[in-house]
């Protein structure tokens, strides 16, 4: 189990450091192209995914820190008691921890999460997002995908 931890703990440091290089090395809003539809852009987001809340007036930032706090108990009790053999549902659950907890630092220390992974085709830009938000995306398709391949998911009794 200490290993599933790791995991989120090494998501945790990747993200952390990725941001503070962002934040140290580039101006907010610039950008540096790095190969066709996928740029580095600095942006400060006080909202949730695709910034959603992020013109509330300040108290999202509260709620955000609450819920994300609340998600990465509940994650880490469900990790602790997840039985040895559930691979999959682990490395699942653990990056999904270490995106919320990479994101809750942010928004205790600034009151925003820093974003800066940019994809876009011509004038369409997809939502700034961080190694964190990838590491949640990814963990939460293998928990979906996992629930569909165990037998003795909660999803097989709805077939």
Do not use: C
């Amino acid at each position: 189990m200490s290993r599933w931890f790791l995991l989120s703990l090494l998501v945790l440091i990747v993200d952390q450091v990725s941001k503070m290089t962002v934040s140290s090395s580039m101006h907010l809003y610039e950008s540096i192209a790095l190969v066709p539809s996928f740029q580095l852009t600095y942006v400060h987001n006080s909202g949730a995914a695709f910034s959603f809340l992020s013109d509330a007036g300040g108290w999202q930032r509260w709620f955000f820190i609450a819920l994300s706090s609340v998600v990465s108990v509940l994650i880490s009790i469900w990790l602790v008691r997840l039985p040895t053999g559930l691979r999959w549902q682990a490395a699942g659950l653990a990056l999904v921890l270490g995106g919320a907890v990479g994101n809750l630092v942010d928004r205790v220390l600034y009151g925003y999460v820093i974003d800066f992974l940019d994809i876009y085709y011509r004038s369409w830009h997809w939502p700034a997002f961080n190694v964190a938000d990838a590491a949640i995306t990814i963990g939460a398709v293998i928990l979906l995908v996992d629930s569909f391949r165990n037998p003795d998911s909660p999803l097989q009794e709805l077939k």
